[in-house]
């Protein structure tokens, strides 16, 4: 789990430093000359800002994916193959069993404090009704 928390900083310092580089690059190009003399200048300039773009925005998504899985204590397996996995029989997309709720989630994301056994949850059948979700009608769907 240690590894998983300094995979995460790790892919937010890169994000960051992607786009900081984004925004110097922005602010670097030379500006003598015109058509070619400028194109011929700026050459390095222009190939590192298509880079900043083909590793920037790939590296952000997956780090809003990693960040939303942290927050909802959930792994991607889980969410691609929810219909095949045994332990999540009765739970609908976007249920998260085994979330603790937001400061719970981090706090066990962030401090992780030993190995956690997790109980089964019962299906969500069984859940008790919330303003969310009840038997008189659902919010989004």
Not at 27 to 52: D, E, K, M, Q
């Amino acid at each position: 789990m240690l590894e998983a928390v300094g995979g995460e900083e790790q892919q937010g310092c890169q994000v960051l430093s992607i786009w900081n580089c984004h925004w110097l690059l922005d602010h670097s190009y030379l500006s003598f000359g015109r058509g070619l003399v400028w194109a011929a200048a700026n050459i390095p300039l222009l190939i590192l800002n298509v880079l900043t773009w083909l590793f920037g925005v790939p590296l952000s998504i997956l780090l809003a994916i990693h960040t939303f899985h942290a927050l909802t204590s959930s792994t991607t397996h889980e969410f691609v193959k929810l219909e095949k996995l045994e332990y999540l029989n009765g739970f609908y997309q976007f249920s998260f069993p085994f979330s603790e709720g937001l400061w719970g989630n981090l706090r066990h994301f962030c401090c992780p404090s030993g190995l956690k056994l997790w109980k089964r949850a019962p299906p969500e059948s069984d859940w008790p009704e919330t303003f969310w979700r009840n038997r008189y009608y659902q919010c989004c769907g």
